[in-house]
């Protein structure tokens, strides 16, 4: 039984774990805001940001990567059921799944340079 569980676990993490390179593989914009990502936690560390400023930096980064990764599986659920022809409703699904990210960015942005503002006074 434990066995059984355990082993339905390793199945589904492998799953997750495929979607994160399938994802990477193909998404233009994870690659930039991984590059981004990377940037800001080196900057984070130079500039000797707080414990807690750093764990809300990487709550932001790890938001905007998931966000961002379920646009991609939004855009591709809408292709594969529309097989790409043009539709108001796909328009408008994909349009809101990019609008969350756009959101959350947004945020993550302003949120960064208020702590970036704060320890650097
Ligand atoms: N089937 C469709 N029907 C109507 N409009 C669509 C359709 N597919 C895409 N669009 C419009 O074109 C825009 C770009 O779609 P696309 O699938 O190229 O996504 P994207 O945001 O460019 O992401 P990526 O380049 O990563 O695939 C969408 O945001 C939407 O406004």
Redesign the pocket.
Known sequence: MLKREASNFLRRLNCAISGIISAFK????LHIQSIVAILVIIIAILIHVSYTDFMIILILIGGVISLEMAN?AV?RT??LI?E?????L??AA??IA?GAVLCFSIISAIIGFMILYKTLL
């Open positions: 193909r998404e233009r914009n991609t855009e809408v292709d529309t790409k022809k043009p539709h108001p796909a328009k994909k349009d990019a």
